[in-house]
């Protein structure tokens, strides 16, 4: 067979079945194996192709993150591959598994500045989790399958092959089998795989739940990566402990439930950062104490006499924040050991005061904003979705004001629902991100919540939705400008908005979407057309595009600034803050 067959075959047994990406010279014989493969086995790996690179990055990021299977994305050399710099990192930092391969020059001519040649080893090897260039063909067939394997094991993570023509054209036998030696990592994965929860160590967990009062978890992204929502819904239920979420772990638990205290952090729910401030026990599972979340570590979780923290990734305990109890291993398995011990001792507390101090804070710290305000106010536009939607369609988001209101107002019933551009913040994210998405759930509803200016990064992939007629919506939060920007501009920087505002531009989205072939492309300026606009909008059979004209002004909260602690949260006009309300509970060292 050909490399490029062999290639074609290992993602076969590896169970691929949609490749994103774009075409080129040095990538020509892997689409023409692609192709051939498709004719004889039935268009089995469809081929999905963006308006850009970066857009089949977020494709296979979206596919990936909705299905919890490795995404795939196929690339020519230089250009091809730099434009998928930007989703491998975010790939990276959101511990995402995709399998990028990239066309490169033949392996004669890497180094001599050859035509469309870019030193994809040294600039993917700084922002993904492993890079092979493959320069012995016969070595081929075992690196895709050990990339596969890298990709979706441990914290999981983008994983690059760069395959010189030379090496696709290249002829030599297929084994079927065999994979890389790649000891050292093996060794951490097994040890990984067989790390049970020592009968002490959950004795010392345990021993500190039993004299808390007021015990939280927080989650975070790597409970939903590690397949282990359900465990931790049990853990949760089980012993009565409230769970706060990341922006990454939404969905962990069914956020309607009623442990939920819904996402932490710098515009997390009051309620949620107020519970973070009064827990006297903490305990961290697969979240990384980020600065979005501990923007100041020293005053994050002041009460708390014990913090827990169980990760995959040895490199994150005591990264951030000294912690009193760690293990490393598998989420799953430390879970089901935790409840194990819990059922065995019949450990049982009462926390019906902190239950009760908890639904306090829900109702007396609840989101709102002004109900009354003739403009469309952004966070009415999602709960007028959601309460069609009801926690169980996908959501992607673009990046800045629009990917907090919907963290904030939406509901999500399941994991890999939520799916959002967390750590790089990567604005042109939810656009490619719904169609991968939407191939990997065809039949999940999926909507793409965006902003004006994050979608017009990525606006090219309006007509990927058209041309193969994926049933995705797309909302546009019109605020004419960079509303998140233009929010740090105003607290920050005197309200000079420096290059952020856009009213003087005339893009005519209604018109782009037409042009791209959606049949249906709405513009809501009226509130009162909101509700029976976003019901036709949802239902609609197939792709719908529909912009809304927001309170250009409206805001996000609450806020907690960068580097501040939670007692230096605003909450806004419409959210009760703490310090200005009394609640009956004024101090929590003093509430049992
Ligand atoms: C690729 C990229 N460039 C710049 C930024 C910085 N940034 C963060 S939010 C934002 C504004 C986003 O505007 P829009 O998409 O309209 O969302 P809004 O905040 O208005 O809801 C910018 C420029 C970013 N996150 N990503
Ligand atoms: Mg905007």
């Given at each position: 067979?050909?490399?490029?067959?062999?290639?074609?075959?290992?993602?076969?047994?590896?169970?691929?079945?949609?490749?994103?990406?774009?075409?080129?010279?040095?990538?020509?014989?892997?689409?023409?194996?692609?192709?051939?493969?498709?004719?004889?086995?039935?268009?089995?790996?469809?081929?999905?192709?963006?308006?850009?690179?970066?857009?089949?990055?977020?494709?296979?990021?979206?596919?990936?993150?909705?299905?919890?299977?490795?995404?795939?994305?196929?690339?020519?050399?230089?250009?091809?591959?730099?434009?998928?710099?930007?989703?491998?990192?975010?790939?990276?930092?959101?511990?995402?598994?995709?399998?990028?391969?990239?066309?490169?020059?033949?392996?004669?001519?890497?180094?001599?500045?050859?035509?469309?040649?870019?030193?994809?080893?040294?600039?993917?090897?700084?922002?993904?989790?492993?890079?092979?260039?493959?320069?012995?063909?016969?070595?081929?067939?075992?690196?895709?399958?050990?990339?596969?394997?890298?990709?979706?094991?441990?914290?999981?993570?983008?994983?690059?092959?760069?395959?010189?023509?030379?090496?696709?054209?290249?002829?030599?036998?297929?084994?079927?089998?065999?994979?890389?030696?790649?000891?050292?990592?093996?060794?951490?994965?097994?040890?990984?795989?067989?790390?049970?929860?020592?009968?002490?160590?959950?004795?010392?967990?345990?021993?500190?739940?039993?004299?808390?009062?007021?015990?939280?978890?927080?989650?975070?992204?790597?409970?939903?990566?590690?397949?282990?929502?359900?465990?931790?819904?049990?853990?949760?239920?089980?012993?009565?402990?409230?769970?706060?979420?990341?922006?990454?772990?939404?969905?962990?638990?069914?956020?309607?439930?009623?442990?939920?205290?819904?996402?932490?952090?710098?515009?997390?729910?009051a309620f949620?950062?107020y519970?973070?401030e009064d827990?006297?026990?903490?305990?961290?599972?697969?979240?990384?104490?980020?600065?979005?979340?501990?923007?100041?570590?020293?005053?994050?979780?002041?009460?708390?006499?014990?913090?827990?923290?169980?990760?995959?990734?040895?490199?994150?305990?005591?990264?951030?924040?000294?912690?009193?109890?760690?293990?490393?291993?598998?989420?799953?398995?430390?879970?089901?050991?935790?409840?194990?011990?819990?059922?065995?001792?019949?450990?049982?507390?009462?926390?019906?005061?902190?239950?009760r101090h908890?639904?306090e804070l829900r109702t007396k710290h609840a989101?709102?904003?002004?109900?009354?305000?003739?403009?469309?106010?952004?966070?009415?536009?999602?709960?007028?979705?959601?309460?069609?939607?009801?926690?169980?369609?996908?959501?992607?988001?673009?990046?800045?004001?629009?990917?907090?209101?919907?963290?904030?107002?939406?509901?999500?019933?399941?994991?890999?629902?939520?799916?959002?551009?967390?750590?790089?913040?990567?604005?042109?994210?939810?656009?490619?991100?719904?169609?991968?998405?939407?191939?990997?759930?065809?039949?999940?509803?999926?909507?793409?919540?965006?902003?004006?200016?994050?979608?017009?990064?990525?606006?090219?992939?309006?007509?990927?939705?058209?041309?193969?007629?994926?049933?995705?919506?797309?909302?546009?939060?019109?605020?004419?400008?960079?509303?998140?920007?233009?929010?740090?501009?105003?607290?920050?920087?005197?309200?000079?908005?420096?290059?952020?505002?856009?009213?003087?531009?005339?893009?005519?989205?209604?018109?782009?979407?037409?042009?791209?072939?959606?049949?249906?492309?709405?513009?809501?300026?009226?509130?009162?057309?909101?509700?029976?606009?976003?019901?036709?909008?949802?239902?609609?059979?197939?792709?719908?595009?529909?912009?809304?004209?927001?309170?250009?002004?409206?805001?996000?909260?609450?806020?907690?600034?960068?580097?501040?602690?939670?007692d230096?949260?605003?909450t806004?006009?419409?959210i009760a803050s703490r310090t200005e309300v009394v609640i009956s509970v004024p101090d929590a060292s003093e509430m049992?």
């Amino acid at each position: 067979m050909s490399g490029a067959d062999i290639l074609v075959q290992v993602l076969a047994d590896e169970g691929v079945d949609t490749i994103f990406g774009y075409s080129g010279g040095a990538i020509l014989p892997i689409y023409d194996a692609v192709f051939r493969f498709n004719e004889e086995h039935g268009a089995s790996m469809p081929l999905i192709v963006p308006a850009n690179e970066q857009g089949a990055g977020f494709m296979a990021a979206g596919f990936a993150r909705a299905s919890g299977r490795v995404g795939v994305a196929l690339v020519t050399s230089g250009p091809g591959a730099t434009n998928m710099v930007t989703p491998v990192r975010d790939c990276m930092a959101d511990s995402v598994p995709i399998v990028l391969i990239c066309g490169q020059v033949p392996t004669t001519a890497i180094g001599t500045d050859a035509f469309q040649e870019a030193p994809v080893p040294s600039i993917m090897g700084a922002v993904a989790k492993h890079v092979f260039l493959i320069t012995d063909p016969a070595k081929l067939e075992a690196t895709v399958r050990t990339a596969f394997e890298i990709a979706r094991t441990g914290r999981p993570g983008p994983v690059v092959l760069d395959v010189p023509k030379d090496v696709q054209n290249w002829r030599g036998v297929f084994h079927g089998s065999g994979r890389l030696p790649i000891p050292g990592y093996r060794q951490r994965m097994k040890r990984l795989e067989a790390s049970k929860l020592p009968e002490a160590a959950c004795a010392d967990l345990f021993a500190a739940l039993s004299v808390a009062k007021r015990p939280l978890i927080y989650a975070g992204g790597g409970v939903i990566n590690a397949g282990a929502s359900a465990e931790l819904r049990e853990f949760s239920g089980r012993l009565q402990i409230p769970v706060v979420t990341t922006l990454m772990g939404i969905g962990a638990v069914d956020t309607t439930s009623a442990l939920s205290m819904r996402m932490l952090g710098m515009h997390g729910a009051a309620f949620a950062n107020y519970a973070v401030e009064d827990c006297d026990c903490l305990l961290a599972f697969g979240a990384r104490f980020d600065d979005r979340v501990a923007g100041n570590v020293a005053k994050f979780a002041p009460q708390a006499k014990f913090i827990a923290h169980i990760d995959i990734d040895a490199s994150e305990i005591g990264k951030v924040k000294r912690v009193n109890w760690s293990h490393v291993g598998l989420m799953t398995e430390a879970l089901l050991d935790l409840l194990d011990y819990a059922k065995r001792k019949d450990f049982q507390r009462d926390w019906s005061a902190w239950h009760r101090h908890c639904d306090e804070l829900r109702t007396k710290h609840a989101m709102n904003f002004d109900r009354d305000s003739d403009l469309i106010q952004p966070y009415y536009v999602i709960e007028s979705i959601n309460k069609l939607t009801r926690g169980e369609a996908i959501i992607t988001t673009g990046v800045g004001q629009h990917q907090m209101w919907a963290a904030q107002y939406f509901d999500f019933c399941s994991p890999r629902l939520w799916l959002t551009s967390g750590s790089m913040g990567t604005m042109g994210f939810g656009l490619p991100a719904a169609v991968g998405a939407q191939m990997a759930r065809r039949d999940r509803l999926v909507i793409d919540i965006d902003g004006d200016a994050s979608i017009r990064m990525n606006i090219g992939e309006l007509e990927t939705v058209t041309t193969y007629d994926l049933p995705v919506k797309i909302v546009v939060l019109n605020n004419f400008g960079d509303g998140m920007v233009k929010q740090w501009q105003k607290l920050f920087h005197k309200g000079r908005l420096s290059a952020s505002d856009k009213s003087l531009h005339t893009k005519d989205f209604v018109k782009a979407a037409q042009a791209d072939g959606f049949k249906f492309a709405v513009r809501v300026e009226k509130k009162s057309d909101l509700e029976r606009v976003i019901e036709e909008f949802i239902h609609f059979p197939g792709p719908a595009f529909l912009e809304v004209l927001i309170d250009r002004d409206a805001g996000v909260y609450p806020m907690v600034g960068p580097g501040q602690g939670y007692d230096e949260m605003i909450t806004g006009e419409h959210i009760a803050s703490r310090t200005e309300v009394v609640i009956s509970v004024p101090d929590a060292s003093e509430m049992f």
